[in-house]
């Protein structure tokens, strides 16, 4: 396994492809209410990605050539966990919905992903949106030079549960840099002091995905779109961060 720890330079490459995320995601959840199809919403990310010089990370990614990635925004609305593909679909007051996006910019990535209420949501949705959020808030915290990938794991499993909400353990985080998807794997369960020791200038994709009811999800019929087992809601937030002696620096300014 190849850990690429990155330059002071990389480093600065890789804040403008993030800040490039980030503005998308402040774009794009200005936009979130009822009766916006998620193909216009796609069409603005990509729209502005390409304006800023970057490239969509995500279309045209796979590793089947005949079902690779269409979109350039990953839309996953209440039970769809991750990987929803934009289309015809339309946002329905009380859904919630998950952004993920990614961009390539002097041949280096940003990753990241924010999920928004459509309307009035209920307490239990607006719950699960907040425990998702600090769970990451967490992680962050423990993306520090010295710790270890169960440090980071950890204390989103240890927080979501206490919660009464589960943590998906068949999707992960993941370093990122030239490549969007980097070894080490960033779970988001796992046990404090174990895994891969983090070094200052590692930089990590690290997003928490929860569900209301079980951690169990399966793949819907386009072999793209993850989806709670039991068709509960669930959500999802990432930060392209960089570990630091100290204190992590998020990449991926999103408020």
Same mark, same amino acid.
């Given at each position: 396994?190849?850990?690429?720890?990155?330059?002071?330079?990389?480093?600065?490459?890789?804040?403008?492809?993030?800040?490039?995320?980030?503005?998308?995601?402040?774009?794009?959840?200005?936009?979130?209410?009822?009766?916006?199809?998620?193909?216009?919403?796609?069409?603005?990310?990509?729209?502005?990605?390409?304006?800023?010089?970057?490239?969509?990370?995500?279309?045209?990614?796979?590793?089947?050539?005949?079902?690779?990635?269409?979109?350039?925004?990953?839309?996953?609305?209440?039970?769809?966990?991750?990987?929803?593909?934009?289309?015809?679909?339309?946002?329905?007051?009380?859904?919630?919905?998950?952004?993920?996006?990614?961009?390539?910019?002097?041949?280096?990535?940003?990753?990241?992903?924010?999920?928004?209420?459509?309307?009035?949501?209920?307490?239990?949705?607006?719950?699960?949106?907040?425990?998702?959020?600090?769970?990451?808030?967490?992680?962050?915290?423990?993306?520090?030079?010295?710790?270890?990938?169960?440090?980071?794991?950890?204390?989103?499993?240890?927080?979501?549960?206490?919660?009464?909400?589960?943590?998906?353990?068949?999707?992960?985080?993941?370093?990122?840099?030239?490549?969007?998807?980097?070894?080490?794997?960033?779970?988001?369960?796992?046990?404090?002091?174990?895994?891969?020791?983090? %070094?200052?200038?590692?930089?990590?994709?690290?997003?928490?995905? $929860?569900?209301? &009811?079980?951690?169990? =999800? @399966? +793949?819907?019929?386009?072999?793209?779109?993850?989806?709670?087992?039991?068709? %509960?809601?669930?959500?999802?937030?990432?930060?392209?961060?960089? $570990?630091?002696? &100290?204190?992590?620096? =998020? @990449? +991926?300014?999103?408020?």
């Amino acid at each position: 396994m190849a850990i690429h720890v990155k330059s002071p330079a990389e480093i600065e490459l890789m804040r403008e492809s993030s800040r490039i995320v980030g503005d998308v995601i402040k774009l794009i959840g200005q936009q979130i209410k009822p009766g916006v199809s998620t193909a216009d919403l796609d069409a603005m990310a990509e729209d502005y990605i390409r304006s800023c010089g970057g490239e969509p990370a995500f279309k045209g990614y796979g590793s089947d050539p005949r079902n690779l990635f269409p979109a350039t925004l990953c839309i996953s609305i209440d039970s769809e966990v991750v990987h929803g593909i934009p289309g015809k679909r339309v946002l329905k007051e009380g859904e919630i919905v998950s952004i993920d996006v990614g961009a390539k910019k002097n041949g280096f990535f940003g990753d990241g992903a924010f999920t928004f209420p459509v309307g009035k949501i209920t307490e239990e949705k607006q719950r699960l949106m907040r425990v998702t959020k600090e769970s990451l808030d967490r992680a962050v915290e423990q993306a520090v030079d010295g710790n270890r990938i169960g440090d980071i794991a950890h204390a989103v499993q240890s927080y979501v549960e206490a919660e009464g909400f589960s943590v998906v353990r068949d999707l992960v985080g993941h370093a990122v840099g030239r490549e969007l998807h980097e070894d080490p794997q960033v779970p988001n369960y796992g046990k404090p002091g174990k895994g891969t020791v983090l %070094k200052e200038g590692m930089t990590l994709a690290i997003e928490p995905m $929860v569900n209301a &009811g079980t951690f169990k =999800v @399966l +793949t819907a019929a386009d072999r793209w779109t993850i989806l709670t087992q039991d068709g %509960k809601p669930s959500a999802h937030y990432e930060y392209t961060v960089v $570990v630091r002696k &100290g204190k992590a620096e =998020v @990449l +991926t300014i999103y408020y």
